[in-house]
């Protein structure tokens, strides 16, 4: 069962997902139980970052009324492997710093094919990765890693304490995409600023989460929209969105 606090953090990112939908290329439909899964081996995982393989459900296309919905005017056909279809499952397939992690061990790597396939040799279509106490926003060893992806891949970014060894690293430019945006913070890092921080939920790990961020992106750089949906397909808001 989803936690109530991630649903409406999950409504509040749809609603701006469709507000900007005109700013992406393809849309990617993701589950909300599978997401919370995301989150939580995120913070169990730390202090490492972790890679996450994903896949599409070939029999489970994204229901039509959403995807019009949620189509924007430089929407692109035939973008990335697996588009249209939901995601049915994801797997941690490696941990460790932001340079290693994106490179699979060899228990998930393919010997005949890993050649052709470079670091990121193995069965998924999608990949995501996590940003530790750190904005959702690719560097330049996620833009490399994204290259030898066929579907999309995505960066999940959590600001969360008890900070452990992790402060906060806000010091990146770039556009992001919070859970929530009513919950970013633009306070400046300091003992008294983190006190004062918005908590969006308590994870099963003990830590207080403050801010979620998430985005996808296609490996010729261009933005791909996230919608995190329920059991029956639709995304969490759908409702106020119609």
């Known amino acids: 069962m989803v936690e109530a606090w991630l649903?409406?953090?999950?409504?509040?990112?749809?609603a701006e997902s469709y507000s900007m939908r005109d700013a992406y290329a393809a849309q990617l439909h993701l589950p909300g139980p599978i997401?919370?899964?995301?989150?939580?081996?995120?913070?169990?995982?730390?202090?490492?970052?972790?890679?996450?393989?994903?896949?599409?459900?070939?029999?489970?296309?994204?229901?039509q009324e959403v995807e019009?919905?949620?189509e924007?005017?430089?929407?692109?056909?035939?973008?990335f492997g697996g588009q249209g279809y939901v995601i049915k499952e994801a797997h941690v397939v490696n941990r460790g710093d932001s340079y290693s992690?994106?490179?699979?061990?060899?228990e998930w790597t393919d010997d005949l094919f890993s050649g052709q396939r470079g670091s990121r040799a193995g069965r998924f279509i999608h990949w995501l990765h996590t940003h530790p106490n750190a904005p959702a926003i690719p560097s330049r060893a996620d833009?490399?890693?994204?290259?030898?992806?066929?579907?999309?891949?995505?960066i999940l970014g959590l600001r969360f304490s008890p900070e452990g060894p992790l402060?906060?690293?806000?010091?990146v430019d770039g556009t992001r995409r919070s859970l929530g945006t009513e919950h970013a913070t633009k306070s400046k890092r300091s003992w008294f600023s983190r006190k004062e921080l918005p908590?969006?939920?308590v994870a099963p790990t003990g830590h207080s989460i403050h801010d979620i961020q998430l985005i996808a992106f296609h490996k010729s750089g261009l933005g791909v929209n996230v919608l995190l949906i329920d059991e029956s397909g639709y995304p969490y808001g759908w409702d106020d969105l119609a």
């Open 72 to 79: 924007g005017q430089e929407h692109v056909s035939n973008l």
């Open 167 to 171: 402060p906060w690293f806000d010091d």
């Open 68 to 70: 019009a919905a949620f």
């Open 199 to 201: 908590v969006l939920g």
């Open 101 to 106: 992690v994106h490179h699979l061990p060899e």
């Open 7 to 14: 649903i409406e953090a999950m409504r509040s990112y749809n």
């Open 143 to 154: 833009t490399d890693a994204a290259q030898d992806t066929t579907g999309v891949d995505m």
């Open 35 to 63: 997401f919370q899964d995301l989150v939580i081996w995120a913070l169990q995982s730390l202090p490492d970052e972790i890679l996450i393989g994903l896949d599409a459900d070939s029999e489970r296309k994204h229901i």
